[in-house]
């Protein structure tokens, strides 16, 4: 079964900006999109952004829409979600998802396959 490994959380200040990566040990048969989820304490793991592996079609949630990129390299396995002028509220422990069909607007818990661990996202104000 296929790894997501997480990486570049950490602590930043509001206005600032991060970059998230998932490296995939593999795309497995099956798998034509990838998502980033974040959960916040206390409240559900919601949907944040999505992508194609072949990076063409790429939805977001209403709450980051024109903050965060999202986009993928099919040939290093990886998916990345660039996140700028970050908000307290958006706190979170951020999760990378495999897909196994391409949505048209977002995705919820029960359309994916793999989750990863997770990596936290502080923002300061």
């Known amino acids: 079964q296929v790894q997501l490994v997480e990486s570049g959380g950490g602590l930043v200040q509001a206005g600032g900006s991060l970059r998230l990566s998932c490296a995939a040990s593999?795309?497995?048969?099956?798998?034509?999109?990838m998502a980033w989820f974040r959960q916040a304490p206390g409240k559900e793991r919601e949907f944040v952004a999505g992508?194609?592996?072949?990076?063409?079609?790429?939805i977001y949630a209403d709450s980051v829409k024109g903050r965060f990129t999202i986009s993928t390299d099919k040939a290093k396995n990886t998916v990345y979600l660039q996140m700028n002028s970050l908000k307290p509220e958006d706190t979170a422990n951020y999760y990378c998802?495999?897909?196994?069909?391409?949505?048209?607007?977002?995705?919820?818990?029960?359309?994916?396959?793999?989750w990863g661990k997770g990596t936290p996202v502080t923002v300061s104000s």
């Open positions: 593999e795309r497995s048969l099956g798998n034509y999109a």
């Open positions: 998802a495999a897909a196994s069909f391409i949505a048209s607007r977002s995705y919820s818990h029960g359309d994916i396959k793999t």
């Open positions: 992508a194609d592996w072949n990076d063409i079609h790429r």
